[in-house]
């Protein structure tokens, strides 16, 4: 059970040392499809993020319903953040354009933000099941 944690847990923090480079890098790629990188592959790679965060902290179970409830809850979550950005222009200039309220929170509300959020929970679920499914998870 321990092996198993750790080859899970491996996984995890291997995955996330390399989706959190790729998002902060996405910021500044210039080349092909340079807009939507900028713009929406952070959205997909976040969602990305947080449903491997979530799972760190699952304990291994047979009900791989929660591996559904891992990806819908952070969907929901990052949804509710996206709309909560209709009423940052209350929260001063200064916090708002700090690097880790744009890496965490955003810097506006974007309807086109919300179809990225629901490709990166499926990649992000679909990328759980995987780990869950290699390491006996399920």
Same mark, same amino acid.
């Given at each position: 059970?321990?092996?198993?944690?750790?080859?899970?847990?491996?996984?995890?923090?291997?995955?996330?040392?390399?989706?959190?480079? @790729?998002?902060?890098?996405?910021? +500044?790629?210039?080349?092909?499809?340079?807009?939507?990188?900028?713009?929406?592959?952070?959205?997909?790679?976040?969602?990305?993020?947080?449903?491997?965060?979530? &799972?760190?902290?699952?304990?291994?179970?047979?009900?791989?319903?929660?591996?559904?409830?891992? +990806?819908?809850?952070?969907?929901?979550?990052?949804? !509710?953040?996206?709309?909560?950005?209709?009423?940052?222009? @209350?929260?001063?200039?200064?916090?708002?354009?700090? &690097?880790?309220?744009? !890496?965490? @929170?955003? +810097?506006? &509300?974007?309807?086109?933000?919300?179809?990225?959020?629901?490709?990166?929970?499926?990649?992000?679920?679909?990328?759980?099941?995987?780990?869950?499914?290699?390491?006996? &998870?399920?």
């Amino acid at each position: 059970m321990v092996q198993k944690l750790l080859v899970r847990r491996s996984l995890i923090l291997l995955l996330l040392l390399l989706i959190v480079p @790729l998002g902060i890098f996405s910021k +500044a790629y210039g080349g092909i499809g340079q807009e939507w990188v900028k713009d929406y592959s952070g959205d997909v790679l976040y969602e990305i993020f947080w449903c491997l965060f979530v &799972f760190w902290f699952i304990r291994p179970s047979k009900d791989r319903s929660k591996l559904r409830k891992i +990806a819908v809850g952070v969907f929901v979550t990052t949804c !509710m953040i996206e709309i909560s950005q209709l009423w940052f222009d @209350l929260v001063p200039v200064v916090i708002r354009s700090s &690097f880790i309220w744009r !890496m965490l @929170l955003g +810097a506006g &509300f974007d309807w086109w933000d919300f179809p990225h959020y629901a490709l990166g929970a499926f990649i992000g679920w679909w990328v759980i099941e995987q780990i869950a499914w290699l390491g006996k &998870f399920e």
